[in-house]
């Protein structure tokens, strides 16, 4: 059975390259927000496995997501994908119930890594 996946970034390139970055064998269905407060109302009406969340976008952030997601359980498994790799960051986004935190470009590998330690690979 196909894992659904959220990608969330305002980066078209940014969410290609998460999808592109996935596992080949890793049988998932992929679905793009362009925002945080996309992310949500999709969340809200769907179910989702995984959530890839980026933390800097228009009108609604990727900690705002964290915080909603935190409130009210959306999704179980969030992976921030960021740029932003300070450690006051990091453990932020920890704090708020992330399970890793990736540096832009995804490292395949790494990535696959994650996966396989929460059981998702």
Same mark, same amino acid.
């Given at each position: 059975?196909?894992?659904?996946? =959220?990608?969330?970034?305002?980066?078209? #390139?940014?969410?290609?390259? $998460?999808?592109?970055?996935?596992? /080949?064998?890793?049988? &998932?269905?992929?679905?793009?927000?362009?925002?945080?407060?996309?992310?949500?109302?999709i969340?809200?009406?769907?179910?989702?496995?995984?959530?890839? =969340?980026?933390?800097?976008?228009?009108? #609604?952030?990727?900690?705002? $997501?964290?915080?909603?997601?935190? /409130?009210?359980?959306? &999704?179980?498994?969030?992976?921030?994908?960021?740029?932003?790799?300070?450690?006051?960051?990091?453990?932020?986004?920890?704090?708020?119930?992330?399970?890793?935190?990736?540096?832009?470009?995804?490292?395949?590998?790494?990535l696959?890594?994650i996966?396989?330690?929460?059981?998702?690979?």
């Amino acid at each position: 059975m196909s894992i659904p996946v =959220l990608i969330c970034d305002d980066s078209t #390139l940014a969410r290609k390259q $998460v999808k592109k970055s996935l596992p /080949a064998d890793w049988d &998932v269905t992929t679905q793009f927000a362009t925002n945080g407060r996309e992310a949500v109302d999709i969340l809200r009406q769907e179910k989702f496995a995984v959530l890839f =969340l980026d933390l800097t976008m228009p009108e #609604l952030d990727g900690i705002g $997501v964290l915080e909603i997601n935190k /409130a009210e359980k959306l &999704v179980d498994f969030v992976i921030v994908v960021s740029a932003d790799i300070q450690p006051e960051m990091q453990q932020k986004v920890t704090e708020l119930g992330a399970l890793a935190f990736i540096q832009k470009p995804v490292n395949t590998n790494k990535l696959s890594e994650i996966l396989q330690q929460y059981g998702l690979l």
